[in-house]
């Protein structure tokens, strides 16, 4: 059964203070990770898709990496606004649904 | 703004009510789906339409019934809900059904049953 599961599930940083969340999944015949931001009352907003191992994508304070087993979001010198759920989510060649997981809370503490 | 627009934002209804959900997308995306999302969970996916036709319905109750008009409209039909179906409704679109394409989510129905 294809499992996504984030670490850690909540988050306090300073503002400046850099960190990076955790997503690991288990699939088969991966075709997408895929990152989402979410602000409490809003959809998810998509930030990046990574297809394969060693791909990277960055936006602005925001950096994903994707290994064969995992996706880490480095968030650099965050700021306020940089406070939400964070989202990932995975594709397989064998289902049209995004699997999620369960999402990091990230408060960026001024 | 997000490109994908719902319709209401908020909605409050009886047990006993039918209403709609509406959805409308103009980026020429020909999948499109509906998600239920509970407090502090990921968004739970109910139903995806690929070229307007029916392709995933997630063992959803019947009380729900999607409907798909053309390819920039999405909706949800509602019939007698419960109280445990009070959720945050979110539509999504991608640019076709194929797995490697992300999906844009509208701002969601905040849905209330009494």
């Known amino acids: 059964e294809d499992q996504v599961t984030q670490s850690p599930e909540a988050l306090r940083l300073q503002e400046g203070e850099s960190s990076s969340l955790n997503c690991s999944y288990t699939?088969?015949?991966?075709?997408?990770l895929f990152w989402y931001r979410q602000d409490p009352g809003k959809g998810p907003e998509f930030l990046f898709t990574?297809?394969?191992a060693g791909e990277e994508k960055e936006k602005e304070r925001l950096k994903a990496t994707l290994t064969k087993k995992e996706s880490f979001l480095h968030i650099t010198a965050p700021k306020p606004e940089d406070s939400a759920t964070y989202l990932c989510?995975?594709?397989?060649?064998?289902?049209?649904?995004?699997?999620f997981g369960p999402g990091t809370r990230l408060s960026v503490l001024p | 703004d997000t490109e994908v627009t719902q319709t209401p934002k908020h909605l409050v209804m009886g047990m006993t009510n039918k209403k709609s959900l509406k959805c409308e997308q103009h980026?020429?995306?020909?999948?499109m789906y509906w998600y239920k999302q509970k407090a502090k969970k990921p968004p739970e996916l109910m139903f995806v339409?690929?070229?307007?036709?029916?392709?995933i319905n997630e063992s959803v109750p019947s009380r729900f019934s999607p409907e798909c008009p053309n390819s920039s409209l999405l909706n949800l039909h509602l019939h007698a809900l419960q109280p445990e179906d009070s959720a945050l409704y979110l539509c999504?679109?991608?640019?076709?059904?194929?797995?490697?394409?992300?999906?844009?989510f509208g701002d969601g129905t905040r849905l209330s049953i009494l």
């Open positions: 999504a679109s991608s640019q076709s059904g194929t797995p490697d394409q992300p999906q844009h």
């Open positions: 699939v088969s015949g991966l075709r997408g």
């Open positions: 990574l297809y394969s």
């Open positions: 989510a995975v594709r397989t060649n064998y289902g049209q649904n995004f699997v």
């Open positions: 980026m020429g995306h020909r999948a």
């Open positions: 339409y690929s070229y307007e036709k029916l392709s």
